[in-house]
């Protein structure tokens, strides 16, 4: 059981535009805290997608857009292509009594149909 | 090029011991923290621990503590994760990433190493 909760699954069609939230609670998100993006493509390592909520690293192209509000956070892709199906997976910080540290959402695949 | 190359994937008996490695380069390895996630097969990314090979000053998650040793050569640029006795279920993709933002509680990870598989089986 994930300290982010993101879907599953998500699809769209080529051209769509689909967006995966990432949802957490009062001592992660809610604190504060900032949320990052990755991207994971089959049999590859995770690549940096979004940092700071909303910021894209240089060459990541601006179809990808992030957004934090409240206890959740959103991953936007418009324009959706085929060589977007790929794992997604939010990241932030967490501090609760049991101990504190980084902390993922379960994942989410994207799928292109 | 900033690049973090890791160790070669690794096949154990339970009880065995290891040590995989991940170098740095294309950057002053000694000012920005390296950090460890676990995939386990099929499943998402955790979280195991950072350090910062400046002072090897260590963090580790509390699912993590205790189970794993994180450690660093500075003068070689190279960071490690090592257990002392494997399990069954450590079996999985170990990724080293360098650590970037503001503060600890902040931080990112970018780039990433390419992954060491470690496969614990009788």
């Known amino acids: 059981q994930s300290v982010l909760t993101q879907p599953p699954s998500v699809s769209g069609a080529p051209g769509q535009r689909v967006t995966i939230s990432c949802t957490g609670s009062?001592?992660?998100?809610?604190?504060?805290?900032?949320v990052h993006w990755y991207q994971q493509l089959p049999g590859t390592a995770p690549k940096l997608l979004i940092y700071g909520n909303s910021n894209r690293p240089s060459g990541v192209p601006d179809r990808f857009s992030g957004s934090k509000s409240g206890t959740s956070a959103s991953l936007a892709i418009t324009g959706l292509q085929a060589e977007d199906e790929a794992d997604y997976y939010c990241?932030?910080?967490?501090?609760?009594?049991?101990?504190?540290?980084?902390?993922f959402g379960g994942g989410t695949k994207l799928t292109v149909l | 090029e900033v690049q973090l190359v890791q160790s070669g994937a690794e096949v154990k008996k339970p009880g065995e011991s290891l040590k995989i490695s991940c170098k740095g380069s294309?950057?002053?390895?000694?000012?920005?923290?390296i950090g460890w996630v676990r995939q386990m097969p099929g499943k998402g990314l955790e979280w195991m621990g950072i350090i910062y090979p400046g002072d090897s000053d260590t963090r580790y998650s509390p699912s993590f503590q205790g189970q794993v040793t994180i450690s660093a050569d500075k003068s070689i640029s190279t960071a490690y994760l090592q257990w002392s006795s494997l399990k069954a279920s450590d079996t999985a993709m170990y990724y080293c990433?360098?650590?970037?933002?503001?503060?600890?509680?902040?931080?990112?990870?970018?780039?990433w190493g390419q992954g060491t598989l470690v496969t614990v089986s009788s």
């Open positions: 990241q932030s910080y967490d501090s609760s009594l049991s101990g504190s540290g980084v902390v």
């Open positions: 294309g950057y002053s390895f000694t000012s920005y923290w």
């Open positions: 990433a360098r650590v970037l933002g503001p503060t600890v509680t902040l931080n990112w990870f970018d780039p």
């Open positions: 009062s001592s992660n998100i809610g604190a504060g805290y900032d």
